[in-house]
C-alpha cells in the first residue's frame, strides 16, 4: 500500500513570498490532516478535513494560510504571503476515518529568509 | 483544555539496555486514546504503539510496552532491548473522542542509543 505523499520534500523562500505544499493521501483515508512542526516542538493541527469539508481549522491562521481539499482526494495547503515565523516542517496525515491511526507523509521543510 | 507534558527533552541507552520515556497529559474527559510516535532524523513519523482508555491492561509490541496509569494520568513508553535503530524523536500524543481525530502532541524526547 503506498503511503502519504508529499511535495515538494524542501522549499526556501523569502519574506512576504508564496508557497504551496501538496498532499496525496493513503487511497480510501476519508480524513486528512496538515500539521505545522517547528523545530523542536511536537506537531500543531493547523486544518483537518472530512472527505472535502473542513471539520477543524481552529489553529491556521487565516489571515495568510489556506487549504483546499477538492474532490475529497488530494490537498493543498498555500501561505501567502509567508513570514519568518512560518519556518517549519509541514505534515501531512491521513486516517480511514477520524479516531483511527493516522499515517504521516514525509513531509515539507519550508525556510523563509 | 487538553496538553500533553514530556519532561524529558533528551534520553540515552546502551545498546541492549531498557530505558523508560515518560509523558504525563491533562484532560477531563474519559473517553480517549494515546500514542506513542517515533520520528527518526530526517524520516516520517511512524506509529509505535496505542492504548485506549477504557482498557486497564497495558498495551505492547514486541519491544515496546506502555505503563498506562489512568488516575495518575500518567502514559510511560518502555522500550527494551534497545537497537541503534531506535535512535529517533518520540512524541506522545493525546487524541479525544469527540475532536474527531485531533490528536494533541507533546514536545518530544530525543533518544540516542549507544554502541
Known amino acids: 500500500e503506498a503511503g502519504v505523499a508529499q511535495s515538494p520534500r524542501y522549499k526556501i523562500i523569502e519574506k512576504r513570498q508564496s508557497v504551496a505544499f501538496w498532499c496525496n493521501p493513503i487511497s480510501g483515508h476519508a480524513t486528512l490532516y496538515w500539521y505545522q512542526q517547528i523545530l523542536g516542538q511536537g506537531p500543531k493541527l493547523l486544518i483537518q478535513?472530512?472527505?472535502?469539508?473542513?471539520?477543524?481549522d481552529s489553529q491556521l491562521p487565516k489571515d495568510r494560510f489556506s487549504a483546499e481539499r477538492l474532490k475529497g482526494v488530494d490537498s493543498t495547503l498555500k501561505i501567502q504571503p509567508a513570514k519568518l515565523e512560518d519556518s517549519a516542517v509541514y505534515l501531512c496525515a491521513s486516517s480511514l476515518e477520524a479516531t483511527y491511526e493516522q499515517y504521516f507523509g514525509p513531509g515539507t521543510r519550508l525556510t523563509v529568509t | 483544555a487538553q496538553t500533553v507534558t514530556q519532561s524529558q527533552p533528551e534520553m540515552s541507552v546502551q545498546e541492549a539496555e531498557t530505558v523508560t520515556l515518560s509523558c504525563t497529559y491533562d484532560t477531563s474527559e474519559s473517553d480517549y486514546y494515546l500514542f506513542w510516535y517515533k520520528q527518526p532524523p530526517s524520516r516520517q513519523m511512524i506509529l509505535v504503539i496505542r492504548q485506549e482508555a477504557y482498557k486497564q491492561q497495558n498495551a505492547t509490541e514486541n519491544r515496546f510496552s506502555v505503563n498506562f496509569q489512568k488516575a495518575a494520568k500518567s502514559f510511560s513508553l518502555k522500550i527494551s532491548d534497545s537497537q541503534l535503530g531506535d535512535a529517533a524523536m518520540y512524541f506522545c500524543a493525546y487524541l479525544f473522542y469527540n475532536q474527531g481525530g485531533k490528536l494533541i502532541f507533546g514536545q518530544g524526547t530525543e533518544l540516542s542509543v549507544k554502541p
Open positions: 478535513f472530512q472527505n472535502n469539508g473542513v471539520v477543524d
